[in-house]
């Protein structure tokens, strides 16, 4: 049998240069597409092209040749970064959406992934802390609290539809909060664990004994680690299972506990300054039924385990940063 062929889209971002990795070492041919190349260490991927998915050329050339795509190519980040740009988000992620899928038909892929997101749960179901865990039909009837959330529902249908008219095998996974090492730890677009560490690492490295939370630190979550992520939607897309997937960990923790755990793990004690700024969904957390029931299979990675890799590698990259300009990476007290 001749090697398989996989477009990861993305793969400049931090899921994307970690599952091109992981398909390499699967034995797989890859060609990564990103509007950028991968920020921390250089791609494994056989082919990458640099090229905006907005573009129905682009998408076309991306997706010639290969037997299946990893579709995960977003403009997206953090809440900060979500709440506030809203008509963007949905104009660029569905463009992208819109023209992958449409050249993945053209071109006659027969499997497609879509990577979706726990963001597409409604508002109205995550209003306490101590939320009930999230099933794959509590999606409707739909209230995302975001545009962000909001495309992801159309893509998912998108899919579906592309599925029933032209058979095309898609696949839907939502994501519950991956974090990991080589992803976006600064500049307004990272996500609450890698924001934490961060936070973390220049309190330590600073002497400062205090760092701040958003809100009252009260509003709950749960996070995957990468590894577990990699696994699963590996499994997937070799699965027969046809409707949106949850992939994420089932174990709740307030961030107020996320910032006690980076510290432990730092070895530091500190204050936390409760601040103004966007928390998302008051809680939020994973029904892993359908992920045991299909894959046979849930994460494994332990949240202390999984930030231990973490903390250390953006320990790494601040005290980098502190070395070459500290007045920057140290805000003013
Ligand atoms: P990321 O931001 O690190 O990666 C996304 C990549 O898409 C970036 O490298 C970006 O440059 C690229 N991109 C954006 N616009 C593009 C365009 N027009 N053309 C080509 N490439 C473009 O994000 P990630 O954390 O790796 O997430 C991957 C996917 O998983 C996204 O679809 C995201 O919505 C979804 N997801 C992630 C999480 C999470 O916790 N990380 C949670 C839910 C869903």
């Given at each position: 049998m001749s090697m398989q062929r996989t477009l990861v889209t993305g793969a400049g971002g931090f899921i994307g240069h970690h599952l091109v990795t992981a398909l390499k070492t699967d034995g797989r041919w890859v060609r990564g597409v990103d509007l950028v190349e991968p920020q921390y260490g250089a791609t494994d991927a056989d082919d990458f092209l640099v090229a905006d998915l907005r573009d129905p050329a682009a998408a076309r050339a991306a997706t010639r040749g290969v037997d299946e795509v990893y579709a995960l190519a977003a403009d997206m980040g953090g809440m900060g970064y979500i709440s506030s740009h809203h008509a963007l988000i949905l104009h660029n992620n569905a463009l992208i959406n819109l023209n992958t899928l449409e050249a993945a038909r053209q071109n006659g892929v027969p499997r497609y992934l879509y990577t979706s997101?726990?963001?597409?749960?409604?508002?109205?179901?995550?209003?306490?802390?101590?939320?009930?865990?999230?099933?794959?039909?509590?999606?409707?009837?739909?209230?995302?609290?975001?545009?962000?959330?909001?495309?992801?529902?159309?893509?998912?249908?998108?899919?579906?539809?592309?599925?029933?008219?032209?058979?095309?095998?898609?696949?839907?996974?939502?994501?519950?909060?991956?974090?990991?090492?080589?992803?976006?730890?600064?500049?307004?677009?990272?996500?609450?664990?890698?924001?934490?560490?961060?936070?973390?690492?220049?309190?330590?490295?600073?002497?400062?004994?205090?760092?701040?939370?958003?809100?009252?630190?009260?509003?709950?979550?749960?996070?995957?680690?990468?590894?577990?992520?990699?696994?699963?939607?590996?499994?997937?897309?070799?699965?027969?299972?046809?409707?949106?997937?949850?992939?994420?960990?089932?174990?709740?923790?307030?961030?107020?506990?996320?910032?006690?755990?980076?510290?432990?793990?730092?070895?530091?004690?500190?204050?936390?300054?409760?601040?103004?700024?966007?928390?998302?969904?008051?809680?939020?957390?994973?029904?892993?039924t359908t992920l045991r029931e299909v894959l046979g299979w849930e994460p494994r990675v332990s949240l202390e385990e999984g930030l231990a890799r973490t903390y250390g590698w953006i320990e790494r990259q601040v005290r980098a940063q502190l070395a070459v300009a500290p007045a920057v990476a140290a805000p003013a007290r």
């Open positions: 997101s726990a963001c597409v749960y409604p508002e109205f179901k995550q209003t306490d802390a101590a939320v009930t865990p999230l099933r794959e039909d509590d999606a409707y009837p739909a209230q995302p609290q975001d545009a962000y959330g909001w495309e992801k529902l159309i893509s998912e249908r998108l899919c579906m539809h592309y599925r029933e008219d032209y058979g095309i095998e898609t696949r839907v996974v939502r994501f519950h909060n991956i974090f990991g090492p080589l992803g976006t730890w600064d500049g307004g677009r990272e996500k609450a664990p890698a924001a934490m560490c961060r936070k973390v690492a220049i309190a330590k490295l600073t002497g400062q004994r205090e760092i701040e939370i958003w809100g009252d630190g009260e509003q709950t979550r749960s996070f995957c680690y990468i590894d577990d992520c990699l696994e699963g939607i590996r499994r997937l897309m070799a699965s027969d299972h046809r409707e949106p997937i949850n992939l994420g960990q089932d174990r709740l923790v307030t961030i107020n506990q996320l910032a006690d755990i980076v510290a432990a793990i730092a070895g530091v004690a500190l204050d936390k300054r409760h601040v103004p700024g966007p928390q998302g969904v008051r809680g939020r957390n994973s029904d892993n």
